[in-house]
Nanobody, 115 residues
Framework: QVQVKESGGGSVQPGGSLRLSCETS????????MSWYRQAPGKQRDLVAS???????DYSESVKGRFTILSDKNMWWATLQMNNLGPDATPFYYC?????????WGQGTQVTVSS
């Protein structure tokens, strides 16, 4: 089993920044990617950014140039630096860590952008 835990959510004004963190623990051998997803109430969970164990990084078009994902090759941690947050920043962010046979999610962390 793998445990996934996010931290770093909170409230920020429009145009502000936040950094989210994710840590994995337990049987982390076999994890091959760390990703961040976000979800609004009643909507599907959408991929924001991913970092593979080979170093491949992907971003959704809506966050390119504003968000930066970092991780380590062991998939023990990941961060998501979010800059220039707008009022449309979706409230819940989830860390996702898949292995070749399973996938693991954190409980989510909330981000609120409000003036």
């Amino acid at each position: 089993q793998v445990q996934v835990k996010e931290s770093g959510g909170g409230s920020v004004q429009p145009g502000g920044s936040l950094r989210l963190s994710c840590e994995t623990s337990g049987n982390t051998f076999g994890l091959h990617k760390m990703s961040w997803y976000r979800q609004a109430p009643g909507k599907q969970r959408d991929l924001v950014a991913s970092y593979s164990a080979t170093g491949e990084i992907d971003y959704s078009e809506s966050v390119k140039g504003r968000f930066t994902i970092l991780s380590d090759k062991n998939m023990w941690w990941a961060t998501l630096q979010m800059n220039n947050l707008g009022p449309d920043a979706t409230p819940f962010y989830y860390c996702h860590a898949p292995s070749w046979s399973s996938e693991y999610w954190g409980q989510g962390t909330q981000v609120t952008v409000s003036s």
